[in-house]
């Protein structure tokens, strides 16, 4: 069973910045390395809304609210990827999670827990 772990949230001044990071602990590298990686974020009442995904070439894609602000990598070495939030504002108020995308964009493997990030003065 594939678990995603993500960590890295908490509580953030606007202006600040935070790095989320998501690991696939069970998941051997050859299963990783090809998958298209994704940040989704979920506020309460609303659905999961795709915030950021990475290529295995690490060709990367950004909602239009957070380019320029916020940057997708990963390490394939380690089964990780990572999602660099700068200039946080308060509607970045969410829990984050990642997924894998199939080629439909379409969540591939069950959820994780999910990191909160709250960002208020």
């Known amino acids: 069973q594939v678990q995603l772990v993500e960590s890295g949230g908490g509580l953030v001044q606007p202006g600040g910045s935070l790095r989320l990071s998501c690991r696939a602990p069970r998941m051997i590298t050859s299963v990783f390395n090809p998958l298209l990686m994704g940040w989704y974020r979920q506020v309460p009442g609303k659905g999961r809304e795709l915030v950021a995904s990475i290529t295995p070439d690490r060709f990367t894609n950004y909602g239009d609210s957070v380019k320029g602000r916020f940057t997708i990598s990963r390490d394939n070495s380690r089964k990780t990827v990572y999602l660099q939030m700068s200039d946080l504002k308060p509607e970045n108020t969410a829990v984050y999670y990642c997924?894998?995308?199939?080629?439909?964009?379409?969540?591939?493997?069950?959820w994780g827990q999910g990191t909160q990030v709250t960002v208020s003065s």
């Open positions: 997924n894998a995308l199939s080629a439909i964009k379409q969540p591939t493997y069950d």
